[in-house]
């Protein structure tokens, strides 16, 4: 069983920097992909990037490569997401995930959901 807890949502301006911190119970963590999603508001749930057990595979979205990084700490069972040069459609509430399936087991249908954070852009 693992927990997933957000955090590090808030308010960002268009341009400007957040970064999103998912913190993991559970000592196999290490052997989870990691990954992000994101719903707007009256949108489906969408995926955002995923990172491998290892941290040596990451896989983005389109509309987000370049823009932001996915990266993990096991040692502190954490997986992050940077993101910079912030967009207005950028606002929506981010999940973090996990699967013991690969990016495409994650993608598909993740294991496990944290709760939720919300984070607004504002242009």
């Known amino acids: 069983q693992v927990q997933l807890v957000e955090s590090g949502g808030g308010l960002g301006q268009a341009g400007g920097s957040l970064r999103l911190s998912c913190a993991a119970s559970?000592?196999?963590?290490?052997?989870?992909?990691m990954g992000w999603f994101r719903q707007a508001p009256g949108k489906e749930r969408e995926f955002v990037a995923a990172i491998r057990w290892n941290g040596g595979s990451r896989t983005y979205a389109d509309f987000v490569k370049g823009r932001f990084t996915i990266s993990r700490d096991n040692a502190k069972n954490t997986v992050y997401l940077q993101m910079n040069s912030l967009k207005p459609e950028d606002t929506a509430v981010y999940y973090c995930?996990?699967?013991?399936?690969?990016?495409?087991?994650?993608?598909?249908?993740?294991?496990?959901w944290g709760q939720g954070t919300q984070v607004t852009v504002s242009s």
């Open positions: 995930a996990a699967s013991t399936g690969g990016v495409a087991g994650l993608r598909d249908l993740p294991a496990y």
């Open positions: 559970g000592r196999t963590f290490s052997t989870y992909t």
